[in-house]
């Protein structure tokens, strides 16, 4: 067997859980593997280009983060209409043609990304900034006031995931969001992709969006501390304008954890790692399953570890 170094190799690929199933994105090429009802796995392949791909907007620092959030919020939900599709035809027995279909799911993608901003912009920036207006007459302190607006902030996120966490379908989909990591650690530590290593494989991956999202909360933190305005108003209009900026900076800190390994790395990804204890759970063989056929949809992972770690046919078919 050839020899190969097992230092961890950047693959390009990435992912996200739906119902019963993965997405996994490569390029421009995405797929979503979904377990039906009846116990088969369905597997769907698309294209889909993100906003501004192949030009300058994309290569451009902190935007490229903002456009890629963008396309993160349309691709996934895309993949879980599709995945939603099987279980909604099973149970109300749509006979809607294919077109009517795809009209209906892109308004309500539309809608659906629109109402979950505003929600999040309530939840997560409007109301730490009330709390802490009604505090305000106890702290005379701006810079506590800054930081203790954080921290309101990591709490309330931080319970809202506990608290779905309890239902049963999130767990499911915890559990898919494992498979989803461990099938890129399997490949990207240089094993091949079967059941058995993909079980074995780690299911915290740096390059999480729950990563990206605690870096948004430690970011804002930091910028609202220097950014300071009184009025309330204000206050709100500043924190909603600052939100591209954050997500582009969160996105350059990931993207650069994703490509190297070092100390660095390891103290900005702890805290999304750590929070990966709740977004994802250990799948069973099934899910795994699902999620291998995702990746192999859109992506060569034999080609991919003969390239980066010296395997050969036999190596792989013998393993």
Not at 67 to 86: C, V
Not at 275 to 303: C, N, Y
Request: proline share 3%; hydrophobic share 45%; aromatic share 10%.
């Amino acid at each position: 067997m050839a020899k190969r170094k097992r230092r961890q190799r950047y693959s390009g690929i990435g992912g996200q859980a739906v119902l019963e199933g993965v997405m996994m994105r490569n390029k421009s090429q995405m797929a979503v593997a979904v377990r039906k009802p009846n116990g088969e796995i369905e597997v769907g392949v698309d294209e889909y280009h993100g906003i501004g791909e192949k030009t300058v907007w994309t290569r451009l620092p902190l935007l490229r983060g903002v456009l890629s959030f963008i396309d993160s919020l349309i691709t996934g939900m895309k993949a879980m209409n599709f995945s939603s599709s099987f279980y909604e035809d099973e149970t109300t027995g749509d006979s809607k043609s294919p077109e009517r279909k795809e009209r209906e799911e892109a308004v309500l993608t539309g809608i659906t990304i629109a109402v979950s901003l505003v929600l999040a912009v309530g939840i997560f920036v409007v109301l730490p900034v009330f709390l802490m207006k009604l505090m305000s007459g106890m702290i005379r302190s701006d810079a506590v006031m800054a930081i203790l607006e954080g921290v309101i902030r990591l709490v309330i996120f931080l319970v809202y995931m506990i608290a779905i966490s309890a239902m049963k379908d999130i767990r499911r989909l915890y559990g898919y969001h494992g498979a989803e990591h461990k099938c890129i650690n399997c490949i990207e530590s240089g094993k091949p992709l079967t059941v058995d290593n993909v079980m074995k494989s780690s299911r915290f991956h740096k390059r999480c969006g729950s990563s990206f999202i605690v870096l948004i909360l430690v970011i804002s933190v930091i910028l609202f501390f220097f950014i300071r305005v009184d009025s309330f108003g204000m206050r709100i209009l500043v924190r909603i304008a600052l939100i591209p900026l954050i997500a582009g900076i969160s996105f350059e800190f990931l993207r650069y954890a994703g490509r190297h390994n070092n100390t660095f790395v390891n103290i900005i990804s702890a805290p999304g790692v750590w929070l990966q204890h709740i977004t994802t759970k250990e799948p069973d063989e099934g899910m795994a399953e699902v999620a291998i056929a995702s990746v192999e949809a859109v992506f060569d992972w034999r080609a991919y570890l003969k390239k980066n770690f010296g395997y050969t046919d036999d190596d792989i078919d013998v393993m």
